[in-house]
Nanobody
Framework: QVQLVESGGGLVQAGDSLRLSCAAS????????MGWFRQAPGKEREFVAA????????YYADSVKGRFTISRDNAKNTVYLQMNSLKPEDTAVYYC?????????????????WGQGTQVTVSS
């Protein structure tokens, strides 16, 4: 069992940066591929970024490529999402998620564990 707790959300202006953190409980964090998703009001949850167990490969949605960076520190059981050049359309609740299989990283239903989410609001 893994518990995930996100932090770092807030209200910022367009062009600003934020770094989200997701702290995981348990000793098997390095066994999980990790992802970040977001959900805006009235919209479906969408993929943002994912990272393999070792951190060797990362994946991004086209909408955030070049602006967001996902990383992980397996010694600290933490995954990060550095968000730069934020836009109003990035406003959403951001969730981190973990999965064992390492497959279908873009698909929410393939993830085994979810955090409670953290709100990111970007004003214009």
């Amino acid at each position: 069992q893994v518990q995930l707790v996100e932090s770092g959300g807030g209200l910022v202006q367009a062009g600003d940066s934020l770094r989200l953190s997701c702290a995981a409980s348990g000793r098997t964090f390095s066994s999980y591929a990790m992802g970040w998703f977001r959900q805006a009001p009235g919209k479906e949850r969408e993929f943002v970024a994912a990272i393999r167990r070792s951190g060797g490969r990362t994946y991004y949605a086209d909408s955030v490529k070049g602006r967001f960076t996902i990383s992980r520190d397996n010694a600290k059981n933490t995954v990060y999402l550095q968000m730069n050049s934020l836009k109003p359309e990035d406003t959403a609740v951001y969730y981190c998620a973990g999965q064992i299989s390492g497959s279908y990283l873009y698909t929410p239903s393939s993830y085994d564990y979810w955090g409670q989410g953290t709100q990111v609001t970007v004003s214009s």
